[in-house]
């Protein structure tokens, strides 16, 4: 007589036959067998709403927040752009808000980019502005106090007592 050799395969073959020849014979109670339909509803309800599912109208939605969030990416780089090339036109002591709105509006026009705190191109753009407006810049001269009163004191003047003074009214 031959000795047949079992190998693991076929060992674990016969232990999964075993087994699903018990759970075969398993009898189940009201209470199993109304929890296993429960189970089995809930998974086909599930795979249901996976059927329904509208594939495309999802994919047009994340298109469209894809949109959405790429102009918004892209509006909030232009407002930091701006905010940086306002504070280097305000680093440059112009004398009123004319010439920084001109001035920015040449630096955004001209599309140049900042590398860290550096505008590039930037000294070029106010060489040129300075050329053709010398007048726009604060002097860096600061400016004289006027003394309100003849006696020798300075002090701040009050605009309605130096009217006064210089039309001769009391």
């Known amino acids: 007589m031959e000795e ?4 693991p395969e076929t060992n674990q073959a ?3 036959q075993e087994q699903q020849a018990e759970q075969a014979a398993k009898t ?6 109304n929890a296993i339909v429960e189970q089995l509803n809930t998974a ?7 059927k329904d599912m509208d594939i495309d ?4 939605s994340v298109e469209d927040y894809k949109t959405k969030w790429e102009q918004a990416e892209n509006d909030r780089k232009a407002f930091e752009h701006k905010t940086q090339v306002g504070g280097f ?3 440059l002591g112009l004398k009123d808000d004319i010439y920084e709105k001109y001035v920015t509006d040449m630096i955004i026009a001209k599309e140049l980019k900042f ?3 550096k505008l590039i191109g930037g000294d070029d753009v106010v060489n040129q502005f300075k050329e053709k407006y010398p007048d726009a810049f604060k002097s860096a001269q600061p400016v004289p106090e006027f003394s309100v009163n003849t006696s020798g004191k300075s002090g701040v003047r009050d605009d309605d007592a130096f009217v006064r003074s210089v039309m001769g009214l009391k």
């Open 57 to 60: 109208g999802i994919k047009a």
């Open 28 to 33: 189940y109670t009201e209470q199993e067998y």
């Open 44 to 50: 086909n309800a599930t795979i249901q709403s996976y």
């Open 89 to 91: 036109v305000k680093s």
């Open 14 to 16: 016969e232990n999964v």
């Open 4 to 7: 047949e050799t079992k190998t």
């Open 115 to 117: 590398d860290g705190d």
